[in-house]
């Protein structure tokens, strides 16, 4: 009976792991090698090549979509069992990642204005050169390091990139050779396309670090498939055009170009997370729990109570550490921590999150402002002037912050001759949240009883008094929370600038994720900098609460 047990056991455990899923990460922006066609299927080279990879390995087939510069990170924590995603193999990624043999070979091509005079790399070489680049790809990589003089703008949409060029706000786009010339198609009037290869690349499947049992079998199948022609039919299928135009330059067709097996880099040892970070996470529990003991010994009574208060503190600070403990340490199974990536670029983030600063505090003055200002409006007895302050918040409230940006300036920005990212960043941020707080305003005053005014009139205040001294007051006291939260979310809102290329903390620190290709290590310095804002705002925003109470 136990041998029948065991052998049914055994069948079982070889069942599941002979059934266990092929986990693929793409992102389907890509077209014709990763799209969603309009049956809303996933289609493209890629995703055929997933599908005849996990045939060939008799697994079923899951493809996850993931944003590009987010693929490394789920494939290192273990979400996604490899990249197939036209992800070039180089240096700086195999510090992440390993990588099959290659299955294409391509190079970094250069979208220009149409009546440029850039014909060469050199050319982008004079200083003040505005260079725009999809962030985290190795035409963001290559332009930093061979282009140190150009002003260089990372933006995560091809779309966007394209329209910097045609809208003539960058001199050139580097990206690959078929990006730029499907985009070039989609602007042929303001737009040409200098397909020659800056520097030559290959494309190939990214795997987790130790796996060399699917590494083997990925290279085993890449051999067999473009033996069977299996990539020249996928050539004609969806790149028919491209080849033709390819070799009418004389340009080497994706799949035909020399291809060498590549000898896997020695492993690097993995790297831990450091005892810093622990003991910084750490020191943060401490703080929650000395912060939860000061606020249960302000109430009455307390001394009676300290040692279920020291309990409580205790609990707390044991909770986190653990939580932090166990988080760390499951990372650390399978996670390639690289620090060292992160800490050298310090500086340049730091300039983000300065800039993220400034840009909160000049979008909350305006916001203050154009909130006021709707308000008063509102409330004028001009039926025009009230109409209309009710249209905007209506319409800025109905719109998402993300529209409102690419509009704000690439439509409106652009008619008026507004270039800079910055100034245009404040303006509409300032412009989106004066229509929420408007609201939150409107309805403060409109708490305050009818016999408040009655009862000010009566004692001989005008309109500006009756508002200054008495409804003022109860309005802010009644408003504040909901308008320190709005503030919070101001401040955490400014990350959607980094769409449109401002240099604040979340585009900086994703510029030095992408450069390391790292995720989790960029990720937690972000969080840290956004709480070293907003927690001092929560902070005033108590003061001021406690400032302005008194009894009803």
């Known amino acids: ?231 020249s039919k996928l050539g004609e299928r969806y790149l028919s055009e491209e080849k033709q135009l390819m070799e009418s330059a004389g340009i080497p067709f994706i799949f035909d170009g020399e291809i060498k097996p590549q000898t896997p880099p020695s492993e690097v040892a993995q790297e831990k997370t450091s005892g810093t970070l622990f003991a910084v996470l750490s020191l943060f529990g401490v703080g929650i729990g000395i912060t939860a003991l000061v606020k249960l010994s302000a109430a009455p009574g307390w001394r009676k109570s300290l040692p279920r208060n020291l309990l409580v503190a205790a609990i707390i600070v044991a909770a986190l550490s653990g939580a932090c403990t166990f988080i760390l340490n499951s990372l650390n199974e399978g996670y390639t921590w690289n620090w060292a990536g992160i800490w050298a670029r310090r500086a340049f983030i730091l300039e983000g999150w300065l800039l993220t600063i400034g840009i909160s505090l000049a979008a909350l003055i305006l916001c203050l402002v154009i909130g006021i200002a709707l308000v008063v409006a509102g409330r004028s007895g001009i039926p025009p002037l009230a109409a209309t302050a009710r249209a905007y918040s209506e319409l800025v409230r109905g719109t998402p912050l993300l529209v409102v940006l690419l509009v704000g300036y690439y439509v409106i920005g652009n008619a008026v001759g507004l270039d800079s990212k910055v100034w245009v960043g404040i303006l509409l941020l300032g412009l989106f949240a004066g229509a929420y707080l408007a609201e939150v305003l409107r309805g403060g005053v409109e708490s305050i009883s009818s016999t408040q005014f009655e009862a000010a009139r009566a004692v001989g205040f005008d309109r500006f008094q009756t508002y200054r001294y008495v409804i003022v007051p109860q309005v802010v006291r009644r408003v504040l929370p909901a308008v320190a939260g709005l503030f919070i979310m101001l401040v955490k809102d400014s990350s959607l600038l980094s769409v449109i290329g401002t240099a604040e903390f979340t585009k900086q620190t994703d510029i030095a994720r992408a450069a390391t290709f790292t995720g989790l290590e960029g990720y937690l310095p972000l969080a840290v900098g956004y709480l070293l804002i907003t927690l001092p705002l929560a902070w005033i925003a108590k003061k001021l609460e406690a400032r302005f109470t008194y009894e009803s």
């Open 1 to 231: 009976m136990k041998t029948l047990f065991t052998i049914i056991l055994c069948l079982a455990a070889a069942f599941t792991h002979a059934a266990s899923p092929l986990r693929i990460g793409t992102e389907p922006e890509y077209p014709p090698f990763e799209f969603v066609d309009e049956n809303g299927e996933l289609d493209g080279v890629s995703i055929q090549m997933a599908e005849a990879l996990a045939a060939s390995l008799g697994r079923p087939l899951e493809i996850e979509t993931i944003k590009f510069d987010a693929l490394i990170l789920a494939l290192k924590s273990g979400k996604i069992d490899c990249i197939i995603s036209s992800m070039t193999a180089n240096d700086e990624r195999r510090k992440s990642i390993s990588f099959s043999d290659p299955y294409v070979t391509t190079g970094l091509a250069m979208l220009v204005g149409k009546d440029s005079t850039i014909q060469s790399l050199e050319d982008l070489k004079k200083p003040g050169t505005r260079i725009v680049a999809k962030l985290g790809t190795t035409g963001e990589l290559f332009a930093r390091k061979a282009l140190p003089e150009a002003t260089i703008t990372a933006l995560p949409q091809d779309p966007a990139c394209a329209l910097e060029v045609a809208q003539g706000k960058a001199d050139a786009w580097i990206y690959d050779q078929l990006s730029i010339f499907h985009h070039h198609k989609q602007h042929p009037k303001t737009t040409k396309a200098l397909l020659s290869p800056l520097k030559a690349e290959q494309w190939a499947i990214g795997l987790r670090k130790g796996d060399e049992e699917l590494r083997t079998q990925v290279n085993a199948f890449l051999q067999e498939f473009r033996a069977e022609g299996g990539f």
